[in-house]
């Protein structure tokens, strides 16, 4: 049974404090209701409600999901797709993801410089509002990571609190890289793209 979303929220703050106290002070305080209500106005349509409890839990903070979690009000600057032709973009599993090189009603969530993981907000004829994506500046294929961001902080807490995962100091600075592990026991470094990082989420194979 999947647990409620504060739950999880309230268990990832515990597994930070207890394995990576540094990259937990990097974690910034909630954003307002207010500042997401003027968000979502600018998107044009509104957020799923657990990005919404995400962005009230934390704005934002460094690695926090083995990728950057940027702050909500950040700048992400042009993403290097948006001038590319339409059609090109493979989708996995096919027919979740449109295929579109960039879509305005993609939220960019985690991630950056050219590799993305996205709440998609205008899903494939067979994706679901709200999934969420990856999305890489260097590869054609767009892999779901889940159906939710609940599913997706679902199994990535089972995956820290089940040991399924390292993390590491970055020497010469304290802050802690968290990196997950494949089926085999592996640590998932970049190998092709950003979806690699994430071994058996969704449509992502579990090893490389």
Known sequence: MTPPLPEILRRLDNWYAQHTPYLFQTLRPGISEEWLAGYEASLGVPLPEDVRELYCWHGGGQYAF???????????????????????AMSQPPGAVRQVAWSDRWHDLFGGDGSYIVVDLDPGPSGTYGQLVVVDRDHETRYVLAESLTAFLTEFLERLEGGRCVAEKNPPNTLESIYLLDRRGVRADIRQGIADLFPGFGAVPDSP
């Open 66 to 88: 083995v990728v950057d979690f940027p702050h909500l009000l950040s700048e992400f600057g042009p993403h290097g797709l948006e001038d590319e032709e339409a059609g090109w």
